[in-house]
């Protein structure tokens, strides 16, 4: 505790500055930014010298001070379409969570069921903060076509399966990852396999259809009728319960893991065996998946990766840079006990 002299205020030494940092270290305020940033195009002897620097004079960064430095406001906008699905739900939680690790804070906004005012008003709401660059997490194809009618001069990304002009875009690669279920079970020797689709207007939906369709193709194979759902259980539950021609496959593979648990439950209660009679591979291994009965083959989205990849592209463009158009994560089978070889 510092006593001033009597008639005398006492004098508060202020915090260390950025300012500070960057005079230490023979650099520009902006090179200690991008340092701070994890910004890639920086030289390692310049990182380090910032970094010494940093350590001498004890500089502990904070939001604000990062915002008066760089004249930004430190936030992000985050539009979501279709928030309560397990996809766009994950990835905005791994945005968040990625935009927290930078000091960067996250507006969202979520769609109402009119998708033209909501876009609408929703890039207005998050404008008006003053945010640095908007975000859109867009499954849908008639979001993104909606999406290109809004004019603002701010970085955009769209979390998006198809690279989209005029945006930048982000994605695990559904196609990779469908093909990847298919020839997990043409290797195990299926050749009738239905598709249990999503709903056709999402554009990860239409992307693993797509595949479906050219493995099915490539592979000699007789096409067998795809069934449109809804992303959920009780439709994948109706699906086996109700359409002949799914029990008449060897092997199902469905567009997402709560559609394969429907199928689970409706092919036991028709007597179906699984994998014994039918092989099912979901998408996305959700984190029940391991505990379905049988644990269920799918494919694994990396959502941490997706929202660390999206979060670094609007940084770079927040900086001036152009990111790769149509960055991609590569997804993982995961093989459970959900297929076995078909019965001869």
Not at 288 to 307: E, I, N, R
């Amino acid at each position: 505790m510092t006593i001033a002299p009597r008639g005398r205020p006492a004098k508060v030494r202020s915090k260390p500055s950025i300012y500070d940092v960057a005079k230490l270290a023979g650099v520009s305020h902006m090179t200690v930014s991008r340092v701070l940033n994890d910004h890639p195009n920086i030289k390692p002897a310049t990182r380090e010298k910032v970094l010494a620097a940093i350590e001498q004079v004890n500089f502990t960064r904070s939001s604000h001070a990062r915002a008066l430095a760089t004249n930004r406001t430190m936030r992000i906008g985050v539009l979501v379409d279709s928030p309560v699905e397990y996809g766009p739900n994950s990835t905005l939680r791994a945005f968040e969570a990625a935009a927290r690790s930078k000091g960067y804070a996250v507006s969202a906004y979520s769609m109402s069921e009119n998708p033209e005012l909501a876009i609408d008003s929703g890039v207005m709401h998050l404008v008006t903060q003053g945010i640095d660059a908007l975000c859109v997490i867009a499954p849908r194809t008639s979001s993104l076509e909606l999406l290109h009618q809004q004019a603002t001069e701010l970085p955009r990304l769209a979390i998006t399966a198809e690279p989209e002009e005029h945006l930048f875009t982000a994605a695990v690669d559904q196609r990779a990852g469908a093909l990847a279920a298919l020839d997990h079970l043409i290797g195990l020797g299926h050749r009738r396999i239905a598709h249990v689709a999503g709903p056709l207007d999402w554009v990860d939906a239409q992307a693993r259809e797509r595949a479906w369709l050219d493995r099915i193709a490539s592979a000699g194979l007789e096409p067998m009728g795809v069934v449109e759902g809804d992303w959920t259980s009780n439709f994948g539950h109706w699906v086996a319960t109700h359409d002949d021609t799914i029990t008449s496959a060897t092997a199902i593979f469905a567009a997402n893991d709560q559609m394969a648990l429907g199928l689970l439950h409706g092919l036991h209660a028709r007597g179906v065996r699984v994998p014994e009679d039918i092989s099912v591979v979901g998408f996305d291994d959700v984190p029940d998946s391991a505990h379905f009965l049988p644990p269920l083959t799918t494919v694994k989205q990396d959502f941490q990766a997706l929202g660390e990849l999206s979060l670094s592209l609007l940084l770079e463009a927040i900086e001036g840079e152009v990111p790769a158009h149509g960055a991609m994560i590569e997804p993982v089978l995961v093989v459970r006990e959900s297929t076995a070889p078909p019965r001869t």
